[in-house]
């Protein structure tokens, strides 16, 4: 691990929270094969009913099914619903 990487688990872990959140990295909660919750996005790239794209800072979350819809977005959080087939990181 980088000495930058090392600093920011030791902060994490003496503020006691998961590092994603001092580096701004996406967290991903998955239920199920029928909703996906994505903190700390930074916007949509592509939106249809079988393919949603979001920017997730170094990596673009792919999120491919039938039926998609976003169900709430604001600037921190974005909750997907549908028919989830695929979800997968296309790094740039």
């Known amino acids: 691990m980088s000495r930058k990487g090392n600093v920011i688990k030791k902060a994490a872990d003496l503020l006691?929270?998961?590092?994603?959140?001092?580096?701004?990295?996406?967290?991903?909660?998955?239920?199920?094969?029928?909703?996906?919750?994505?903190?700390?996005?930074?916007?949509?790239?592509e939106?249809?009913?079988?393919?949603?794209?979001?920017?997730?800072?170094?990596?673009?979350?792919?999120?491919?099914?039938s039926g998609l819809k976003i169900k709430a977005m604001n600037a921190d959080v974005l909750v997907i619903s549908g028919d989830i087939f695929k979800l997968e990181f296309c790094y740039t």
């Not at 590092?19 to 029928?34: D, F, K, L, S, Y």
């Open 47 to 65: 939106y249809g009913s079988d393919k949603i794209e979001i920017n997730g800072g170094k990596a673009v979350i792919c999120i491919t099914g």
């Open 16 to 45: 006691d929270i998961p590092a994603e959140i001092i580096t701004g990295m996406p967290i991903i909660e998955i239920g199920g094969m029928e909703k996906v919750r994505i903190e700390n996005h930074k916007g949509l790239l």
